[in-house]
Structures are given as C-alpha cells and as structure tokens.
C-alpha cells in the first residue's frame, strides 16, 4: 500500500505552480484583474490561469465589496471547488467593509460566512500588490498554512450559522426554487 502523504511536499509544489482562478469580479477590483493577467503583469507566467468553472478551479478571487445577493452565489461556488482551494480577497471592503463600513447591504467580514486565506487591504489594491498576495498564498501552500478548506470542514456549523442569521434558514433551496414560477411563465408562454 502506497502511504500518499510521502508525496505531499511533491503535490504541494505542483499545486502552487499551477493555480486555476475563479475570478469572481465583485466590486470595482475586477478592473484589475485583465491588467493581471495581460501582458505588463503576466501571472501565467506563475502558472496560473482564469477559470470560470469552479469545478475545474482551485483559487478564488473575491476583488471587492460583497453584497448579501452576492454572498450566496459566492457560497455556492465556493461549495462547488475541490479541495483543497483557496480563498484570496482584496481591497479593503472584503476585509472589513471599506467605505461602505455603514451600509445596509454589504457585507462588513466575508470571513465570517467563507474562510479566506489571504486578505490584501487597499482601496484599490495595485498589481504589484495583489501579485505580492498570490506570492504570499504560493508560500503558504508550500509550507501547508494555506488551509482555510480545512476550516471550513471543521468549523461548518460556524460558518452555516452565520449564513443562516444573514439569509434565513433553508436559503438555498428558496434560492433554487425561486426560478420555479417565472421557468414555468416561460413554458406557458411557448
Ligand atoms: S476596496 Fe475600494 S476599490 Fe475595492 S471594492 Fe471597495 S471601494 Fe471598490
């Protein structure tokens, strides 16, 4: 029997070299994220790539304030990604609500609802530092610290508590559910 874990520091390696991007463009950072991934910054050189399937993805990228309405697909995708995953988040409204410290409806410590493993603050963050970011979380799945997936396991009831006290509980399957009557207006109209 092969003991896996021998391999680990291998695995590690070919991970961190090869990270597949869930972009989710929330907020006024996703205008950074071309500049990123274009030819003056060029993060593919670090083996990384834009991903738009959470499935085939390992690092998400939340780029700016979060909205409850918001929330919930970044819920839903992040539940959908593999493990192990990675969580990285920048500019300052993910970290603590930004300038929108007072508003109704963005959502003030994205950690509390999905474990992040890296927060760049800024208002907006430069290139230089958001790359600076992604050489942080390289090193961090090198040495094993990047392990907000394992968080997120074992403290699910904090999380799916937190979730439930902003959305109510059952909010996905209301979520999923509410398409039901307006895909039905559809059919009866064709
Ligand atoms: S931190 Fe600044 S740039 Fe980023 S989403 Fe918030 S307001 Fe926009």
């Known amino acids: 029997m092969v003991d896996w874990r021998l391999f680990e520091p291998l695995f590690e390696f070919a991970r961190k070299r090869s990270l597949w991007i869930v972009a989710f463009c929330t907020g006024c950072g996703g205008i950074e994220m071309p500049p990123l991934m274009t030819s003056r910054y060029d993060l593919e050189r670090f083996g990384?790539?834009?991903?738009?399937a959470p499935r085939m993805a390992d690092l998400f990228l939340i780029t700016g304030?979060?909205?409850?309405?918001?929330?919930?697909?970044?819920?839903?995708?992040?539940?959908?990604q593999p493990d192990p995953k990675y969580v990285m988040a920048h500019g300052s409204c993910p970290l603590n609500g930004g300038i929108y410290w007072d508003a109704y409806n963005a959502i003030k410590h994205l950690d509390k609802y999905i474990p992040v493993d890296v927060y760049i603050a800024g208002c907006m963050p430069r290139p230089e530092a958001v790359m600076d970011g992604i050489k942080k979380i390289m090193e961090m799945i090198e040495n094993g610290t990047a392990d907000g997936w394992k968080r997120y396991k074992e403290n699910y009831e904090y999380y799916k508590k937190n979730q439930d006290e902003l959305f109510g509980e059952g909010w996905r399957e209301k979520e999923a559910?509410?398409?039901i009557?307006?895909?039905m207006d559809k059919r009866r109209e064709e």
């Open 48 to 52: 990384m790539m834009p991903n738009p």
């Open 65 to 80: 304030y979060v909205t409850p309405k918001t929330l919930k697909r970044i819920i839903i995708t992040y539940e959908m």
């Open 177 to 179: 559910r509410k398409w």
């Open 181 to 183: 009557p307006w895909l």
